[in-house]
């Protein structure tokens, strides 16, 4: 009998085999999903001036406190003008939302507030407060002020912030170079007509689809079940990607050659087979190149199992997390649910069960959804996680709560 990992220690392993890939510039428009690697600072006050955020009229609240109600326009100050100086504090200028608020001003009255009449305004309310409706300079960060920290994944809030900083290109971490290959002589491509005993090969295309939500732009090929062709291809790969991410031929069938074959290139396994289902017969090694720490550049090779659900969710629990924290991202901020209803689970093996998320009096509850095992990919559809299961147990109540591997 093989000795089997257990999850908690093929994580482990696999989370010291986190990796630094550098850094790299990109212009800020196509920096969305990447790990920010600068702080980004306000070069400027925000707003950079008193803006008008009201469009109406500008005048001296000490007029308005000494009972003025009419003021005749002196003139109009839109957006994107130098900012003009009142000259006689009896009068008012006409403003626009986004504009300089004018010198020798201080607040603003929006126009709904105010009937201007052959040049006259008169204000219609009768209370007005000092700087009301005007968004007062470095109100909302200083000039030096730290917006965004490094380390931070760029979503759309940040590409506006950059945009505002005016950071035309940004310090991003690299992304690693991915292949990911399958192999199976009973796999066509999926603009194929199988054959009766053929099937459509779908597991690349869920891999590819899984790294594009960490904006990882991954190769994909796939190779027959020739050991020859597939040793030559995967040398070639090792030496052209950082990452190799396989799907299939890793359990005991007589065409399963990746273990071997990955040894055989100097591979080193970090450990064959762990205590999970689905997904027991995964493979993960390295390739160390380079010899000192700092120019060290290792291979990185997960070898999941050809099952459907197996290489799905081993991509989710063991990929992502090493991609995360290789990213220098907090990779253990984990969801949990209350389990739906109770289970019985007798092997001695962490159960990744499927299961339907659903809000209940604000609990977020994990009902169990029963497929028909690691190859029943179409239950993917219906489900949206899977629940961790331990492996040192067998009942698990319902209400009880475990951790969740979320995928939608
Ligand atoms: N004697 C044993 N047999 C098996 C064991 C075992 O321990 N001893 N483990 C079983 C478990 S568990 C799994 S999971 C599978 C994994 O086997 P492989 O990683 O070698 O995967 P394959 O045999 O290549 O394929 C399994 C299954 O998945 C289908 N498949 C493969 N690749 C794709 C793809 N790209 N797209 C869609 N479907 C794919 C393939 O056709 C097979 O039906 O082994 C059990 N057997
Ligand atoms: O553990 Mo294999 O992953 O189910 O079918």
């Known amino acids: 009998m093989d000795k089997l990992t257990t999850s908690n220690k093929a994580l482990e392993f696999i ?6 890939y550098g850094t790299e510039e990109v212009p800020f428009s196509h920096s969305l999903g990447r790990v920010l690697k600068e702080n980004i600072v306000a070069d400027r006050d925000f707003p950079p001036f008193n803006r008008v955020s009201m469009d109406g009229i500008a005048i001296q609240f000490s007029e308005f406190e000494n009972g003025k109600r009419t003021f005749k326009v002196e003139g109009i100050q839109p957006a994107g003008s130098k900012p003009h100086s009142m000259q006689n504090h009896e009068n008012c200028i006409e403003v ?3 504009a300089v608020l004018p010198k020798n001003t201080d607040v603003v009255i929006p126009y709904e507030q105010v009937s201007i009449v052959d040049g ?11 700087f009301q409706n005007i968004h007062e300079q470095g109100k909302d960060k200083k000039e030096g002020d730290l917006i965004i920290p490094q380390n931070k994944v760029i979503s759309s809030a940040e590409i506006g912030v950059l945009a505002t900083v005016g950071k035309w290109t940004v310090k991003v971490a690299k992304q690693p170079k991915v292949m990911i290959v399958s192999t199976g002589d009973e796999l066509v491509e999926v603009n194929e007509t199988p054959a009766d005993y053929q099937i459509r090969r779908s597991n690349v295309h869920t891999l590819v689809s899984i790294l594009k939500k960490y904006y990882i732009d991954a190769d994909s090929a796939h190779i027959a079940d020739d050991k020859n062709a597939l040793k030559e291809k995967i040398e070639n790969f090792l030496n052209d990607y950082d990452v190799l991410l396989f799907s299939g031929a890793v359990s005991k069938g007589k065409f399963d050659f990746i273990p071997e074959i990955l040894e055989e290139l100097r591979v080193e396994k970090l450990f064959h087979k762990v205590a999970q289902r689905p997904g027991k017969p995964f493979w993960f090694g390295h390739k160390i190149i380079g010899s000192s720490r700092n120019n060290r550049n290792d291979k990185i090779v997960f070898a999941f199992p050809g099952n459907p659900i197996s290489t799905f969710v081993s991509c989710l629990k063991y990929f992502v997390p090493w991609y995360q924290k290789s990213m220098k991202l907090d990779f253990e901020n984990r969801t949990f649910a209350l389990l739906g209803e109770d289970v019985i689970f007798k092997p001695s093996l962490t159960y990744f069960l499927q299961v339907k998320l659903e809000k209940r009096n604000g609990d977020l509850v994990a009902v169990p959804i029963r497929g ?3 190859g029943d990919l179409a239950i993917l559809v219906e489900a949206d996680a899977f629940i961790e299961l331990p ?4 009942e698990f109540k319902k209400d009880e709560v475990f951790p969740i591997i979320e995928y939608r």
């Open 372 to 374: 028909n095992g690691s």
């Open 15 to 20: 989370l010291n085999n986190s990796q630094n």
């Open 391 to 394: 492996n040192d147990r067998v």
């Open 120 to 130: 006259i305004a008169t204000i219609e309310i009768k209370e007005l407060r000092f």
């Open 96 to 98: 626009m939302t986004g």
